[in-house]
């Protein structure tokens, strides 16, 4: 006897993502599962008098976006004040509106400011007090690495000249050469996020998860809309240290029953944890619920470009004395590694740098000589240059590529580190479609809301990016080198969706349009396939389901 399905759509241009069946006509969904997934007439016999029919109108239907590297914590920055502006004298005046029209809050906090579209000179704690002398400001740059605050966030948190580097030639309070005094800006997390802690602590900002139940509701609805599913969470940076808030303001959302997304959550160390393993663990076993639980190590191994903290193979051009640093010694990044394998428990490393990416390399392949074989779902995240002898390493030692497409772009960023890596070297950034055809299983999230000039969060501007090579919506852009590294659209679809899913361990529930799967399923206003490739960005998403559930719904569809 046929189940009778809660759901069918029909009338669609269903790519599946499945090899066994990639194309289909109808999808039949019964409860939190698909049926069935075929041509109208197989599919048709599981309508039932309850069945609401969804009349796709020809539309390209996909399995859910698997985007499989966010934070979380950055909506409670954008949240607040979004300074994102090419223009750095509107940055000050979208700061100081907001700051007017929030008179009583006891810290403004805020994001979007682009690092090398700011003046030098504009950097510095004099600037922000001009607009707000009185209370903490603390605003963090597209790509989260780089915070500006004013003169009161720094007393208020006990920066002074004597205070010495949170790391060592990775994260550090800036200080002015002649004077000596902290001039503003902290270099990368674990020191701003020593500064924020101690802002926490004084009162100046929200602790518990007051803050995170306004602000992940309102970007959850901005991700389901965008098709997304399933949010891999690389990094919960509360400023009172707190990752345990991430799984809290989830599971009270579910209990709730709000949460419109499946959580996979990490336990992220800068280099600052003795032993994050233990953590991550009291995290899995407090945070296991059916949309919410706590799962993987993400370990900092290296910085960011333009603060000259990715560690690289060869020095930096405009810093000749210098290759970068890691943020924690190699013997100590390898016991973490190897502690994590051997508990079963699956790594993410941050490696910016091709010499990160290689220590990253090396490390895992003698975790694996060492420990016992099992199912590993490894990923080095960002990867953007990698040396060429190390690309086939990944596959060889079964190590996954996460990266982030919409950045391998021509912009004001791209072209500040084109000066510090020189152009030979930046030329050779971003080089997936080499991973992809040498075997990779490579995965893309856009590691939101960081940025390099655009705040984005659409999955499909990602894709376009991926498959132009170019600022998303902009023909007449220039293509970073070089073009033949450009994805395809099944290539770029697949790593969205059941990449994804393999990265988190998922790939048997999710990722495909598969009978048995989750019904994780979302239909596009416009056809990926046959879009003009500059307006592939600007598809919106007229339906998406999650487990079965309406998540989204644009009321563009017949009968939907």
């Known amino acids: 006897m046929r189940t009778a399905a809660d759901l069918i759509i029909h009338n669609a241009r269903i790519y599946t993502v499945d090899p066994h069946r990639p194309w289909a006509n109808a999808v039949a969904v019964h409860g939190e599962r698909i049926v069935c997934v075929g041509d109208h007439t197989s599919v048709m016999a599981h309508a039932g008098p309850a069945t609401r029919l969804v009349d796709a109108d020809g539309k390209?239907?996909?399995?859910?976006?698997?985007?499989?590297?966010?934070?979380?914590?950055?909506?409670?920055?954008?949240?607040?004040?979004?300074?994102?502006?090419?223009?750095?004298?509107?940055?000050?005046?979208?700061?100081k509106r907001y700051v007017e029209a929030n008179p009583t809050e006891k810290a403004i906090t805020g994001m979007g400011w682009i690092q090398p579209l700011m003046p030098a000179e504009w950097l510095r704690r004099e600037v922000l007090d001009e607009i707000c002398p009185d209370k903490p400001v603390c605003l963090l740059s597209t790509d989260y690495h780089t915070m500006w605050v004013n003169t009161f966030a720094l007393k208020a948190a006990g920066i002074d000249r004597d205070t010495p580097p949170v790391e060592e030639g990775a994260s550090w309070f800036e200080k002015d050469?002649?004077?000596?005094?902290?001039?503003?800006?902290?270099?990368?997390?674990?020191?701003?996020?020593?500064?924020?802690?101690?802002?926490?602590?004084?009162?100046?900002?929200?602790?518990?998860?007051?803050?995170?139940?306004?602000?992940?509701?309102?970007?959850?609805?901005?991700?389901?809309?965008?098709?997304?599913?399933?949010?891999?969470?690389?990094?919960?940076?509360?400023?009172?240290?707190?990752?345990?808030?991430?799984?809290?303001?989830?599971?009270?959302?579910?209990?709730?029953?709000?949460?419109?997304?499946?959580?996979?959550?990490?336990?992220?160390?800068?280099?600052?944890?003795?032993?994050?393993?233990?953590?991550?663990?009291?995290?899995?076993?407090?945070?296991?619920s059916p949309l919410v639980k706590a799962q993987t190590l993400k370990l900092m191994l290296d910085g960011t470009e333009l603060n000259h903290t990715a560690y690289l193979l060869e020095p930096y051009c405009d810093k000749p004395h210098s290759c970068g640093s890691t943020t924690m010694p190699e013997a100590v990044f390898e016991n973490h590694v190897r502690n994590a394998d051997a508990n079963g428990i699956d790594v993410m490393v941050h490696a910016v740098g091709?010499?990160?990416?290689?220590?990253?390399?090396?490390?895992?392949?003698?975790?694996?000589?060492?420990?016992?074989?099992?199912?590993?779902r490894h990923v080095i995240t960002h990867a953007f240059l990698t040396h060429p002898d190390d690309?086939?390493?990944?596959?060889?030692?079964?190590?996954?590529a996460n990266t982030q497409l919409q950045w391998g772009v021509v912009d004001a960023y791209a072209e500040a580190i084109q000066q510090s890596y020189g152009f030979k070297r930046w030329a050779s950034m971003y080089k997936f479609r080499s991973f992809i055809d040498q075997g990779v299983t490579v995965s893309i999230g856009m590691d939101g809301l960081v940025c390099q000039c655009r705040c984005q969060h659409k999955p499909v501007e990602h894709i376009e990016s991926g498959h132009t090579r170019q600022l998303s919506g902009e023909p007449?852009?220039?293509?970073?080198?070089?073009?033949?590294?450009?994805?395809?659209?099944?290539?770029?679809?697949?790593?969205?969706?059941?990449?994804?899913?393999?990265?988190?361990?998922?790939?048997?529930?999710?990722?495909?349009?598969?009978?048995?799967?989750?019904?994780?399923?979302?239909?596009?206003?416009?056809?990926?396939?046959?879009?003009?490739?500059?307006?592939?960005?600007?598809?919106?998403?007229?339906?998406?389901?999650?487990?079965?559930?309406?998540?989204?719904?644009?009321?563009?569809?017949?009968?939907?």
């Open 177 to 288: 050469p002649v004077t000596g005094e902290p001039t503003g800006i902290i270099i990368d997390c674990a020191a701003y996020s020593l500064l924020m802690q101690r802002l926490s602590e004084a009162g100046y900002l929200p602790t518990g998860i007051d803050l995170y139940l306004r602000s992940i509701p309102f970007w959850q609805e901005k991700l389901v809309a965008a098709g997304i599913t399933t949010v891999f969470d690389a990094g919960f940076l509360d400023p009172a240290g707190d990752q345990a808030l991430l799984y809290e303001t989830l599971q009270q959302l579910e209990r709730e029953q709000r949460l419109k997304l499946r959580v996979v959550g990490s336990y992220i160390n800068t280099g600052t944890e003795d032993d994050p393993v233990a953590c991550l663990q009291d995290l899995r076993a407090r945070y296991a």
């Open 354 to 376: 091709d010499a990160a990416v290689r220590m990253a390399l090396d490390v895992f392949e003698r975790t694996f000589a060492c420990n016992p074989p099992r199912d590993r």
């Open 391 to 400: 690309i086939p390493r990944f596959r060889r030692i079964g190590v996954m």
């Open 60 to 95: 390209l239907v996909l399995p859910g976006f698997v985007e499989s590297h966010w934070h979380f914590s950055s909506t409670a920055f954008a949240f607040q004040a979004l300074v994102n502006h090419e223009d750095p004298r509107e940055v000050l005046a979208l700061l």
């Open 476 to 560: 007449g852009a220039p293509v970073m080198p070089d073009a033949d590294e450009r994805l395809s659209i099944p290539q770029l679809i697949a790593a969205y969706t059941l990449n994804g899913a393999y990265q988190l361990g998922l790939e048997k529930e999710i990722g495909s349009i598969t009978e048995g799967k989750r019904a994780d399923i979302i239909i596009l206003e416009q056809d990926l396939f046959e879009l003009d490739r500059y307006q592939i960005g600007k598809t919106e998403v007229a339906l998406t389901l999650m487990n079965g559930r309406i998540t989204h719904d644009a009321g563009t569809l017949p009968h939907a």
